[in-house]
């Protein structure tokens, strides 16, 4: 992004009318953080007006954005409300709940648009510019676990929804969110929190100079956590990183290093009848029991990746690139004996894979004809090479082999997008992405499921932005997107179970979409948005890596309305207001399974009162469809969450805080995931269709104590 040669030359049109705040920081050094956003504000830069900036929590002000759903979140307010997991930092993005249904070392659920994301699919997360998501991942396409993620390390946030940009691919049609590290850190500081059932966490986290413009910045962290489990989770969580930045926002690099292991045990979810009935073979059960209390996993995740970018008034050239391990073993058992009645369903899912992959980039202004307007072209290569399978197990002991295979998949994009002021109040976006996956599977239990193939699409985008008026302006966004299906699923020729015939699948899905959207800042100290989206998908279908073969489904369509509101009445509040309504349907009608219909949040924030700040959130997932015919629903979970945190000086007056965070702070009993589906219990004769269920956890408080060094 160019914010600092738009300042120097008077360009940026659309945020002229943005209001000033103000700045903690000198204007440049607000500039130059601002520099570093990426591109969320380069659209900007092809009219000519000066440019205002603000210092705040969020950077989503009127021209600030090419679409009404993009956004930037600031560190500030994720230090100001409790989360949790780590990957509950994404529920900061207006209109996403995250959740859980099996141990905290697994990834999380995500919910966005209608979507239940499942692990990760059709939302593209980012951590330094390294992919998340993991496509024919051992559990699920496009698994995203953000478990390693530091949330004290955070700089920003940048999200997007939505299938509109051209530098996005596999994964992002709902949406997407790049999470950016900090350089260099306010204070260095060791942090230690205590909680409810056997929480423990700590964080040692230090910034030094090397040089004048060399800075070295490294963080260690481990977590230990039973949870309110009768099988106690026993997660250990151990992290580190460490990264060294060279030169400025305008022109150097960095070069990160992150390491992450983790092992639990798991309470799968269980049937609502069993906690109904209260007993299993005679025993009591509750609601935070185990129907196998062997269930559990394992994973790592060890990366090394570097970034190089140089800016001037003319234009911006980045390259990164990065190399991953990461390896995952799962124990689940979702259907107890329905298919093994003497030995348990319990199977393992394992992934051990290497990832390269990079990307380059280079933007600049320039004329078109007689229009000001800036354009980026980009190169994004990604390898994945895989050995991946599902086992039969009991008790984490091997069983036999469902299928083993070796996986290597490529995918390869290139785009190229335009931003051309058509008038001081329009400007337009244009933009181009070609994607091209390869994929190659060698089935070691079946070689009738090997083979090699190929998908290409082409993905076009448009935009429109009008305004401002009166602090307000207008969005139209259309484009098209996809995600990559499992590769196993495109070489496949026989069911891995019963050898019967099966059609392979389609290696990349496209998913087409629009949206109009409006963000005003007309009434004082509120800022807000509104949104009115649809977006068709060709197919749901996806494979199912707990059964290791293809699920069919139909084509789909979903549309919604997205209502945001950040109301800053003064420098000490904060008030967070969003909601979102979707309807989700198949073509043929029927409802989509597990597409919630609303979600919601209102988070109420005080900073600064003296040595006081806190927050007190309101959290909402609705109600949605179990079944195709709306025969059985899930319940909606309606939960607060609160935060108070008092600043001090310690015993050798250096600065430390005391962090109170109370969790579902009015004990309600609800659950985190709902399904509906056919499960046998031991004891019973027949399988039986029930809605299956994992509780949220109970109220549970930490306490955190942090001072800085």
Same mark, same amino acid.
């Given at each position: 992004?160019?914010?600092?040669?738009?300042?120097?030359?008077?360009?940026?049109?659309?945020?002229?009318?943005?209001?000033?705040?103000?700045?903690?920081?000198?204007?440049?050094?607000?500039?130059?953080?601002?520099?570093?956003?990426?591109?969320?504000?380069?659209?900007?830069?092809?009219?000519?007006?000066?440019?205002?900036?603000?210092?705040?929590?969020?950077?989503?002000?009127?021209?600030?954005?090419?679409?009404?759903?993009?956004?930037?979140?600031?560190?500030?307010?994720?230090?100001?409300?409790?989360?949790?997991?780590?990957?509950?930092? /994404?529920?900061?993005? !207006?209109?996403?709940?995250? %959740?859980?249904?099996?141990?905290?070392?697994?990834?999380?659920?995500?919910?966005?648009?209608?979507?239940?994301?499942?692990? &990760?699919?059709? @939302?593209?997360?980012?951590? =330094?510019?390294?992919?998340?998501?993991?496509?024919?991942?051992?559990?699920?396409?496009?698994?995203?676990?953000?478990?390693?993620?530091?949330?004290?390390?955070?700089?920003?946030?940048?999200?997007?929804?939505?299938?509109?940009?051209?530098?996005?691919?596999?994964?992002?049609?709902?949406?997407?969110?790049?999470?950016?590290?900090?350089?260099?850190?306010?204070?260095?500081?060791?942090?230690?929190?205590?909680?409810?059932? #056997?929480?423990?966490? &700590?964080?040692?986290?230090?910034?030094?100079?090397?040089?004048?413009?060399?800075?070295?910045?490294?963080?260690?962290?481990?977590?230990?956590?039973?949870?309110?489990?009768?099988?106690?989770?026993?997660?250990?969580?151990?992290?580190?990183?460490?990264?060294?930045?060279?030169? %400025?926002?305008?022109?150097?690099?960095?070069?990160?290093?992150?390491?992450?292991?983790?092992?639990?045990?798991?309470?799968? $979810?269980?049937? $609502?009848?069993?906690?109904?009935?209260?007993?299993?073979?005679?025993?009591? @059960?509750?609601?935070?029991?185990?129907? =196998?209390?062997?269930?559990?996993?394992?994973?790592?995740?060890?990366?090394?990746?570097?970034?190089?970018?140089?800016?001037?008034?003319?234009?911006?050239?980045?390259?990164?690139?990065?190399?991953?391990?990461?390896?995952?073993?799962?124990?689940?058992?979702?259907?107890?004996?329905?298919?093994? *009645?003497?030995?348990?369903?319990? @199977?393992?899912?394992?992934?051990?894979?290497?990832?390269?992959?990079?990307?380059?980039?280079?933007?600049?202004?320039?004329?078109?004809?007689?229009? =000001?307007?800036?354009?980026?072209?980009?190169?994004?290569?990604?390898?994945?090479?895989?050995?991946?399978?599902?086992?039969?197990?009991?008790?984490?002991?091997?069983?036999?082999?469902?299928?083993?295979?070796?996986?290597?998949?490529?995918?390869?994009?290139?785009?190229?997008?335009? %931003?051309?002021?058509? %008038?001081?109040?329009?400007?337009?976006?244009? #933009? /181009?992405?070609?994607?091209?996956?390869?994929?190659?599977?060698?089935?070691?239990?079946?070689?009738?499921?090997?083979?090699?193939?190929?998908?290409?699409?082409?993905?076009?985008?448009?935009?429109?932005?009008?305004?401002?008026?009166?602090?307000?302006?207008?969005? @139209?966004?259309?484009?098209?997107?996809?995600?990559?299906?499992?590769?196993?699923?495109?070489?496949?020729?026989?069911?891995?179970?019963?050898?019967?015939?099966?059609? !392979?699948? *389609?290696?990349?899905?496209?998913?087409?979409?629009?949206?109009?959207?409006?963000?005003?800042?007309?009434?004082?100290?509120?800022?807000?948005?509104?949104?009115?989206?649809?977006?068709?998908?060709?197919?749901?279908?996806?494979?199912?890596?707990?059964?290791?073969?293809?699920?069919?489904?139909?084509?789909?369509?979903?549309?919604?309305?997205?209502?945001?509101?950040?109301?800053?009445?003064? =420098?000490?509040?904060?008030?967070?207001?969003?909601?979102?309504?979707?309807?989700?349907?198949?073509?043929?009608?029927?409802?989509? *399974?597990?597409?919630?219909?609303?979600?919601?949040?209102?988070?109420?924030?005080?900073?600064?009162?003296? *040595?006081?700040?806190?927050?007190?959130?309101?959290?909402?997932?609705?109600?949605?469809?179990?079944?195709?015919?709306?025969?059985?629903?899930?319940?909606?979970?309606?939960?607060?969450?609160?935060?108070?945190?008092?600043?001090?000086?310690?015993?050798?007056?250096?600065?430390?805080?005391?962090?109170?965070?109370?969790?579902?702070?009015?004990?309600?009993?609800?659950?985190?995931?709902?399904?509906?589906?056919?499960?046998?219990?031991?004891?019973?004769?027949?399988?039986?269709?029930?809605?299956?269920?994992?509780?949220?956890?109970?109220?549970?408080?930490?306490?955190?104590?942090?001072?800085?060094?």
């Amino acid at each position: 992004m160019k914010i600092v040669a738009a300042a120097l030359i008077g360009l940026n049109w659309a945020m002229a009318h943005a209001q000033v705040t103000r700045c903690p920081n000198t204007c440049e050094q607000v500039l130059g953080a601002l520099a570093t956003e990426g591109d969320a504000t380069e659209a900007n830069l092809a009219v000519r007006h000066q440019v205002t900036v603000t210092g705040r929590h969020y950077d989503n002000s009127v021209g600030s954005s090419d679409a009404a759903s993009q956004g930037v979140i600031r560190s500030a307010l994720l230090a100001n409300r409790a989360a949790l997991r780590p990957g509950e930092v /994404l529920e900061f993005i !207006p209109g996403v709940i995250v %959740t859980q249904h099996s141990g905290d070392g697994k990834a999380n659920q995500y919910f966005l648009r209608g979507f239940n994301l499942d692990h &990760g699919t059709d @939302f593209a997360s980012s951590v =330094d510019g390294m992919p998340v998501n993991m496509p024919s991942h051992g559990h699920g396409q496009g698994y995203s676990d953000l478990n390693f993620l530091i949330p004290e390390l955070v700089d920003r946030i940048e999200y997007r929804k939505g299938p509109y940009f051209a530098n996005y691919g596999d994964f992002s049609a709902a949406g997407a969110a790049d999470i950016h590290y900090k350089s260099l850190l306010d204070e260095s500081f060791a942090q230690v929190t205590l909680g409810q059932h #056997g929480y423990q966490r &700590g964080v040692l986290a230090k910034s030094l100079p090397l040089r004048d413009d060399v800075t070295l910045l490294g963080a260690l962290e481990w977590m230990g956590n039973d949870g309110p489990w009768t099988v106690p989770e026993k997660l250990q969580r151990k992290n580190a990183v460490f990264r060294i930045t060279q030169g %400025t926002r305008h022109s150097g690099g960095s070069i990160s290093l992150m390491a992450y292991d983790a092992v639990w045990n798991a309470t799968d $979810q269980v049937p $609502q009848r069993l906690i109904n009935s209260g007993t299993l073979n005679g025993r009591p @059960f509750g609601r935070f029991d185990s129907v =196998d209390p062997t269930d559990g996993g394992s994973t790592s995740r060890y990366s090394l990746s570097g970034e190089w970018h140089d800016r001037d008034s003319n234009g911006e050239t980045k390259v990164t690139a990065y190399a991953m391990k990461y390896a995952l073993q799962l124990f689940s058992n979702f259907t107890y004996a329905m298919d093994r *009645p003497v030995t348990g369903d319990q @199977f393992s899912q394992q992934d051990d894979r290497n990832i390269f992959g990079g990307k380059v980039s280079k933007s600049w202004n320039h004329m078109l004809g007689s229009l =000001d307007a800036r354009s980026e072209v980009g190169v994004q290569l990604r390898n994945d090479r895989i050995h991946v399978g599902l086992y039969e197990t009991q008790a984490r002991q091997v069983l036999g082999a469902t299928r083993v295979d070796d996986v290597r998949e490529t995918m390869l994009g290139v785009y190229g997008q335009s %931003t051309i002021g058509l %008038t001081p109040w329009l400007r337009t976006i244009v #933009g /181009l992405r070609a994607d091209t996956a390869y994929f190659s599977v060698t089935s070691l239990t079946n070689s009738a499921n090997s083979g090699k193939t190929n998908a290409s699409l082409l993905s076009p985008k448009l935009t429109f932005v009008a305004g401002p008026w009166n602090k307000t302006e207008f969005f @139209f966004n259309t484009g098209n997107g996809f995600h990559s299906n499992d590769a196993r699923g495109t070489t496949a020729r026989a069911d891995p179970k019963t050898d019967d015939p099966v059609d !392979p699948v *389609p290696g990349l899905v496209a998913l087409r979409g629009w949206e109009l959207g409006m963000r005003s800042e007309i009434f004082s100290h509120l800022q807000s948005s509104l949104s009115y989206w649809k977006l068709k998908s060709d197919s749901e279908l996806l494979y199912v890596g707990d059964a290791g073969t293809t699920q069919a489904s139909h084509a789909s369509q979903r549309q919604g309305i997205e209502f945001n509101n950040r109301w800053t009445p003064s =420098d000490h509040f904060l008030l967070d207001a969003d909601l979102a309504l979707t309807h989700a349907r198949f073509v043929n009608g029927d409802r989509i *399974p597990n597409a919630v219909d609303s979600v919601a949040s209102i988070t109420a924030t005080i900073k600064d009162i003296g *040595p006081w700040s806190g927050s007190l959130q309101w959290r909402y997932l609705g109600s949605g469809a179990l079944t195709e015919d709306n025969s059985v629903r899930s319940d909606p979970a309606s939960t607060f969450n609160l935060r108070i945190s008092r600043s001090m000086r310690d015993l050798t007056n250096r600065p430390s805080n005391v962090t109170i965070d109370v969790f579902n702070l009015l004990n309600t009993k609800v659950n985190d995931i709902q399904y509906y589906y056919a499960t046998l219990l031991p004891g019973e004769t027949a399988p039986v269709n029930d809605k299956i269920v994992h509780p949220a956890e109970p109220r549970s408080i930490r306490v955190t104590y942090r001072t800085s060094f």
